[in-house]
């Protein structure tokens, strides 16, 4: 139990494109779901926290407007990057918190890789 | 200061040895901690988590907390070339809406 998906695990875009990532709690209902960017040979940097029908909170110097969060049901939120550039290449991993067991435990998707050309 | 911080080594420890990793943090009110190992390209996993002051054991891996001294080690026992990986400590903060703040991560290789 406990598995995060998400769509696509990877992705080759042109700079100026918008790029829809796609993170599901498949076999649970998550209320918060958190974004993370990570870099090359870095941690994992939290972008933003998510709760279901309510707005982002985001982490200070991420931009909301190029970073677009949507948590639209207990089991689906989406991160849409727009107007990509390349210095957004990155790997972008979302995770989810259980709704109702394992407060503490956050349960990662595998990762998206965003290359922007 | 770094809230999370680790020696980002790269730390190597041969086969059957004990390695030993080690995560300092600053925020004296935090409560839990936490242990994921990373493989290259892939998300992390969590091995271990905790709360109190002292030892934790699971299997092969033991967790070490003192909260006194701010510092939280996990020693992993009879060490396999597949534990190879980064290991990143994670604190939730106090305040706030109980995020995870990871620390910069240790990479360990175990040579066979």
């Known amino acids: 139990g406990a598995v995060v998906s998400q769509h696509p695990s990877r992705v080759i875009c042109k700079s100026g494109t918008s790029v829809k990532i796609e993170c599901r709690s498949l076999?649970?209902?998550?209320?918060?779901m958190f974004w993370y960017r990570q870099f090359p040979k870095q941690s994992l940097m939290l972008m933003a926290t998510?709760?279901?029908?309510?707005?982002?909170?985001?982490e200070q110097g991420v931009e909301k407007d190029k970073f677009l969060i949507n948590h639209a049901s207990l089991t689906l939120s989406t991160l849409t990057v727009t107007s990509a550039h390349p210095e957004d290449s990155s790997f972008y991993i979302c995770?989810?918190?259980?709704?109702?067991?394992?407060?503490?435990?956050?349960?990662f998707g595998p990762g998206t890789r965003l290359t922007v050309l | 200061q770094k809230e999370v911080e680790q020696n980002s080594g790269p730390l190597s420890v041969p086969e059957g040895a004990i390695a030993s990793l080690n995560c300092t943090y600053s925020?004296?009110?935090?409560?839990?901690f936490f242990w994921y190992r990373q493989y290259s390209g892939k998300s992390p996993e969590l091995i271990m988590f905790?709360?109190?002051?002292g030892d934790k054991e699971d299997g092969r891996f033991t967790a070490q907390l003192n909260k006194a001294s701010q510092y939280v080690s996990l020693l992993i026992r009879d060490s396999q070339p597949s534990d190879s990986a980064t290991y990143l400590c994670?604190?939730?903060?106090?305040?706030?809406?109980?995020?995870?703040?990871f620390g910069q991560g240790t990479r360990l290789t175990i040579n066979p």
């Open positions: 905790i709360y109190s002051n």
């Open positions: 994670a604190v939730i903060a106090v305040r706030g809406a109980q995020k995870l703040v």
């Open positions: 925020d004296r009110g935090s409560q839990s």
């Open positions: 998510s709760n279901e029908g309510s707005k982002a909170t985001y």
């Open positions: 995770s989810a918190r259980h709704r109702e067991e394992y407060w503490y435990e956050q349960f």
């Open positions: 076999d649970f209902q998550a209320t918060t």
